[in-house]
């Protein structure tokens, strides 16, 4: 059996390989005030317990002030002219880096942007940081060992949150048991913590099982490509039965959009290898079969709930709801209703009240019953219009109140409390002003489980953050959570959204569009050199199929951004992964590309001088070979140093190189 050679451990990667393997798995457990409770579209008490993302900003935070001083010193020993292009590579992240600043410093709330929200943190270091390890990933990238150190590294970590959530899926969360907490919470202050997840859905220790989507697009394609290129029986094992682990994992996370990434990330190998595809046939269709039977599997154990929910997901139906909005910052209660606006104001003297109902500028009559409880008004087109008179109670006073029914709910104002303004009253019980929010997907409020509310919102604040975002992590404070006519269409009563749902959205209005534009240049910068590198290719080398995983990697990881969002708990290893990616293809992949042309284009000597080449020294053969040959033992290679020489010591065939050089020789003659 052939034996991998060992190699040198690369210590600069250690920082990465902490991101890749144990931050997803880091728990704690946290309780603080969110600072909601001020809003009044959330209810008082608003003290939120957490132990899936504080802790994992905490390290990342960490090892970001790390990585940077160790980015600094790689920078500083490096030439010049390796240096500015390194950075000249960057110049797109390093812009958006520039934005999110100018958005913290301009933020609706500082305190969230430098310091984390509940349910989201991601305040500025953490965005920052995601630009210092993708740029560290490229600095200490440098040859094929490195990249097979970090697939390593990223083995080990889905394995255990494979087993983790295998177990979950099974019915035996770990993360349930009193040995399991007492590593992360203090279970004789706090007790024993009844996690809100239904038995049988997996979520890992991703804070969401929509997270799980993310995770296992990230992991996935390395442990299949891992699977292919090792050498050793027991990590062939390991690889591929984390892959099918990660499968499970993703099918009882329930999770659509994970879905959605396995088939996006499928259907780019399909096309990017599309002749090899064809020629492997036996083995590219068995795999899929395996796929898909683990899917059908799963599904039928759950009574076909995951092509249930997919199928929910794809039925748009525009709703019917007869009211279509409600705004209160008038003059008045605006009503909005089957497409004709009228407008209901309640005057009060100080021994009488009255409804007056507009509608076009036209005041309407107002019929009541004998005791005033109830008023009745015709609008223009035959519709009759029932307002209800009622009484709000405080603790001290209650206020003249009225209430309009539409659609089987009602709605409740008053204009007592604060003289002359009109407010609505929540469901919290708590007095707010109800808006009508502009949204190109008006009546699409449910599709794709509700994210057509909450993107169709928030699009239109990308215009108004244009150029400086609202600031890391002020989604909440920033997102218009006072639309309630558009909540309980959506059945949102009681949902705060502290994020969009989209992973680009997001971006575009916390830190800006500008910003998001710099991200998406250098990411199609990716994109565009992976074609040049993969598309259509044989490939040859394995830092070509190592580079290729990256890619689908990353490839994944946006498309489920198109329906999720970023969080500290999948994000640094993206940026981790996409650091990697363009350091295989900018510096491993295009420097061997660059010695195979010099080789090829090399000027042959004369007849007599190559009867003489024979007696060139084993060693300039090497020199002059050493991309080219194929051989089956390992190239050994050691950057010393960035200032100094570049050492190379390889262990090959030298009676083949031999043979190879010759022909070279003779096809040139």
């Given amino acids: 059996m052939e ?3 060992k190699r040198k451990r690369n210590w600069w990667l250690l920082p990465l390989e902490i991101v890749l393997c144990i931050l997803p798995l880091v728990l704690g457990f946290y309780i603080k005030s969110s600072g909601y409770g001020v809003y009044p579209w959330h209810p008082e008490d608003d003290i939120y317990s957490d132990i899936f993302l504080h802790y994992k900003m905490i390290v990342f935070t960490i090892l970001s002030g790390i990585v940077l001083l160790l980015a600094i010193w790689k920078l500083i020993k490096m030439e010049k002219k390796e240096r500015k292009r390194s950075l000249c590579v960057f110049l797109p992240l390093f812009i958006y880096a520039i934005f999110v600043i100018l958005s913290t410093v301009n933020s609706a709330n500082i305190e969230y942007s430098l310091y984390g929200a509940i349910g989201q943190q991601e305040p500025l270091f953490v965005l920052l940081g995601y630009v210092i390890v993708a740029l560290y990933a490229y600095l200490v990238i440098n040859t094929l060992d490195d990249v097979k150190q970090m697939i390593n590294a990223a083995l080990c970590g889905a394995f255990v949150m494979t087993v983790i959530g295998v177990l979950q899926a099974i019915g035996k969360d770990p993360l349930t048991l009193e040995a399991v907490q007492r590593f992360f919470v203090d279970v004789e202050k706090y007790g024993v913590l009844e996690l809100t997840f239904p038995v049988g859905q997996a979520y890992g220790t991703l804070y969401n099982p929509n997270y799980v989507g993310s995770y296992v697009a990230l992991y996935f394609p390395l442990m299949v490509v891992g699977f292919l290129i090792s050498k050793v029986i027991w990590k062939k094992v390991l690889y591929i039965a984390t892959a099918v682990g990660l499968l499970v994992f993703l099918f009882a996370s329930q999770s659509r959009t994970g879905l959605i990434s396995v088939i996006v990330i499928v259907f780019v190998f ?24 683990v899917f059908l599997f799963i599904d039928s154990s759950r009574d076909n709930l995951l092509t249930n929910r997919l199928k929910e997901m794809f039925q748009i139906q525009k709703s019917t709801d007869a009211l279509q909005g409600i705004d209160t910052t008038g003059n008045g209660v605006r009503v909005v209703y089957k497409d004709t606006e009228f407008t209901i104001e309640m005057p009060v003297s100080d021994t009488d009240f009255a409804y007056l109902v507009l509608e076009e500028g036209e005041q309407k009559e107002v019929v009541y019953t004998e005791d005033k409880a109830v008023a009745y008004a015709t609008l223009n087109n035959g519709d009759v219009i029932t307002i209800q008179t009622c009484y709000l109670q405080d603790e001290v006073t209650a206020y003249l109140s009225f209430c309009l029914s539409f659609d089987n709910r009602n709605y409740y104002f008053t204009n007592q409390v604060v003289l002359g303004n009109y407010k609505y009253i929540n469901h919290y019980g708590r007095l707010d002003e109800c808006v009508i929010v502009e949204n190109p997907l008006q009546g699409y409020e449910t599709i794709a489980s509700a994210r057509g509310y909450v993107v169709g919102r928030s699009l239109p604040l990308l215009l108004k953050h244009f150029f400086i975002g609202s600031g890391p992590d002020t989604f909440a404070i920033t997102f218009p959570q006072n639309d309630y006519v558009a909540r309980y269409r959506a059945e949102l009563d009681y949902i705060t959204y502290t994020r969009p749902h989209n992973f680009y959205v997001q971006m575009g209005v916390q830190t800006g569009v500008v910003s998001l534009l710099a991200f998406l240049v250098f990411y199609l910068i990716y994109f565009v050199h992976c074609c040049r590198h993969y ?63 010099v080789v090829e284009t090399q000027e042959l000597p004369e007849t007599k001088e190559v009867e003489k080449s024979e007696e060139l020294s084993e060693t300039k053969k090497v020199e002059k070979l050493e991309e080219l040959s194929e051989v089956k033992e390992v190239e050994k290679v050691e950057e010393l140093t960035e200032e100094k020489e570049e050492v190379v010591e390889t262990v090959v065939d030298k009676d083949k190189i031999a043979e190879i050089w010759n022909a070279i020789v003779e096809e040139k003659k």
């Fill in 3 to 5: 034996q991998e050679i």
């Fill in 270 to 293: 399909l096309l990017f290898k599309s002749k090899e595809v064809v020629k492997r046939w036996y083995i590219v269709v068995p795999s899929i079969a395996v796929v898909v039977l």
């Fill in 535 to 597: 598309f259509f290719k044989k490939f040859t080398k394995v830092e070509e199929w190592l580079g290729f995983s990256i890619f689908l990697a990353t490839i994944g990881f946006m498309a489920v951004g198109m329906a999720n969002d970023s969080l500290i708990v999948v994000s640094p290893m993206f940026y981790t992964l996409l650091g990697i990616g363009v350091a295989v293809n900018n510096k491993i992949l295009t420097k061997k590309e660059e010695l195979v042309k």
